[in-house]
């Protein structure tokens, strides 16, 4: 008699214990969670004149336009960095004009000066265009953050106005890279 | 006190541990019987279940905004001429400085279908000084059970939050607590 109760007492302890384990939810007259985000590292950028007019004056001097962006920025804390570059991504054409990569004659070429606002820090002199390697515009350094609508940022281009161009209309393509670490 | 749920027929296990308790006492003792009339008041109640914690996240590089989803369980039972409803407040806002702010209002939601009650209406901007509002309950009805009654034991609703995602924040992780307030009329 005493074992099988013993027996039954046993089994009503594990199914007790199941029937806890069934329902885990708990209900509360109140309840609070812990919301959470991570910021991390980000870049973009906003071009404000998709074409830009190069234009010449009297006497064969050089091409001079400028091209407007905005861009928003934020680098890492401590180790970030980041930077904005110009690569010409479709030379000029149709042929008999202007060439990025393979120019009339030497020396010819599309060049540009930078200007930005604080926190980029602009291309130091003049640059060259380039159909086959980036080249910088602008960079950035750790804990670097643009506005939250965005900061500003120019390019002024000036291309050689060599006598050997055919007269017409020319475009070429250029694409701007942001980027943050 | 918590109230962890226990007694369901849902809940086969404690019907078979029933059972064996009876077997167990039966084996011992005679049979005596005795009787007592038994009375019940149930009053207005409700009780709110939620995750310990949640994380809002973005898409891309390109300052797309943070977002969110948080699943709010919820028991009611309101009275005649009654009433209840969930609200929700944040607790602090984001820690440590330096990266989105409450105050600021960056932070709102909105809900989707309640399970019982009538959800918030269009987004609500989350503040640590005032509640806002979940869930809106009426008068003479309850959880579970079909008829009057929600179909559904417990009811949910889904909140989806939205944070201002401006590269005006440093980088870096981010949290708050927000608290959700249970009342009953």
Not at chain 2, 92 to 104: H, N, Q, R, V
Request: a neutral charge; glycine letters at 10%.
């Amino acid at each position: 008699m005493k074992q099988r109760f013993a027996t039954c007492l046993s089994a009503l302890t594990v199914m007790l214990m199941l029937a806890a384990a069934v329902h885990a939810q708990t209900f509360q007259p109140s309840g609070s969670t812990t919301i959470s985000v991570t910021v991390a590292a980000e870049a973009s950028l906003y071009i404000e004149d998709s074409t830009t007019t190069l234009s010449g004056g009297p006497l064969f001097s050089d091409y001079t336009g400028t091209t407007r962006f905005t861009y928003k920025i934020r680098t890492s804390q401590g180790s970030g960095t980041g930077s904005i570059t110009s690569l010409v991504t479709a030379d000029f054409s149709p042929a008999g004009g202007p060439s990025v990569s393979n120019p009339p004659t030497a020396g010819d070429a599309l060049t540009y000066t930078c200007s930005v606002s604080s926190p980029a820090t602009a291309c130091s002199g003049t640059q060259t265009a380039s159909t086959t390697a980036a080249q910088p515009v602008a960079s950035f350094g750790a804990n670097a953050r643009s506005s939250r609508n965005g900061n500003s940022g120019q390019v002024n281009w000036t291309l050689t106005n060599d006598p050997l161009y055919a007269t017409g209309s020319y475009s070429a393509t250029v694409t701007f890279t942001v980027s943050a670490t | 006190m918590p109230e962890v749920i226990f007694f369901s027929r849902e809940n086969p296990a404690l019907v078979v541990a029933l059972l064996i308790l009876a077997t167990c006492f039966q084996a011992l003792a005679d049979i005596g019987t005795a009787t007592q009339t038994l009375n019940v008041v149930l009053i207005p109640a409700g009780k709110v279940s939620i995750p310990s914690g949640f994380s809002l996240t973005t898409t891309g590089t390109t300052f797309n905004a943070y977002r969110g989803t948080l699943r709010v369980s919820y028991r009611f039972r309101t009275a005649q001429g009654g009433g209840g409803s969930i609200s929700l407040r944040a607790g602090s806002d984001f820690l440590p400085s330096g990266g989105p702010s409450i105050a600021s209002g960056a932070l709102v939601y909105s809900c989707g279908p309640a399970g019982l009650g009538v959800p918030c209406a269009g987004p609500q901007t989350v503040s640590t000084t005032l509640s806002t509002a979940v869930v809106a309950i009426q008068e003479s009805t309850c959880t579970g059970g079909g008829g009057s009654c929600s179909a559904v034991d417990p009811a949910t609703v889904e909140l989806q939050f939205t944070l201002d995602n401006s590269p005006e924040y440093e980088t870096g992780i981010y949290s708050s607590s927000l608290v959700f307030t249970v009342s009953t009329l």
